[in-house]
């Protein structure tokens, strides 16, 4: 009953594992770039979901309290505001910009290398083995599956804060009367 039950808690690692294993050396890389790229998405979304409304407040607030706007000194105190409002905005997004197409170069990778254990099975044996070679192209194949998919689940994130990140520095200005 127990060895069930520990079997049944960790049968989706191993079929994780068998996944790892079926894709070659490159799927762990891909995987490490496709985790990377979550979690900064996912600090993305949590900053301009919370921090940023309360930062956003607390510099209008600031602004608002100053005596006078319209001298040079205001307005460069508001041109600082913008654009450290704008730096929090943009944050790890080129982060994010490089993991998108790095994640298909690294699947790339994993099917070159698939194909050349392809060759090389076909050159040691003299002739063409339809095991070596469905092992060499079945990594080559599930390497180039990860890389894309990694690649176009962030996409959507990458133009999504992009715009945002615009719209909400403009807002910001906006918000900045002088």
Do not use: C
């Given at each position: 009953?127990?060895e ?29 770039a ?10 993305r979304?949590?900053y ?20 006078e ?48 254990e392809?060759?090389?099975g076909?050159?040691a ?12 192209v ?5 390497a ?10 962030g996409i959507f ?6 715009t ?8 910001f200005?906006?918000a900045?009367?002088?």
């Amino acid at each position: 009953m127990l060895e069930q039950f520990w079997y049944g808690l960790l049968a989706p690692f191993e079929s994780i594992d068998t996944f790892v294993e079926s894709g070659g050396w490159v799927l762990p890389w891909i995987f490490i770039a496709g985790l990377v790229m979550w979690t900064l998405i996912v600090e993305r979304w949590w900053y301009l979901r919370y921090a940023y409304r309360k930062e956003r407040e607390t510099l209008t607030q600031t602004w608002k309290a100053r005596p006078e706007h319209k001298s040079w000194h205001a307005r460069q105190i508001r041109r600082m505001m913008i654009s450290r409002i704008n730096v929090r905005l943009v944050g790890s997004l080129p982060l994010i910009r490089v993991i998108v197409p790095l994640a298909p170069l690294l699947g790339l990778l994993g099917t070159v290398t698939g194909m050349l254990e392809v060759f090389d099975g076909m050159s040691a044996l003299g002739y063409a083995d339809a095991r070596t070679m469905s092992d060499g192209v079945s990594h080559a194949m599930v390497a180039t599956l990860a890389g894309l998919a990694v690649s176009l689940s962030g996409i959507f994130f990458v133009g999504r804060f992009q715009t945002l990140s615009m719209v909400e520095t403009e807002l910001f200005a906006d918000a900045l009367e002088y």
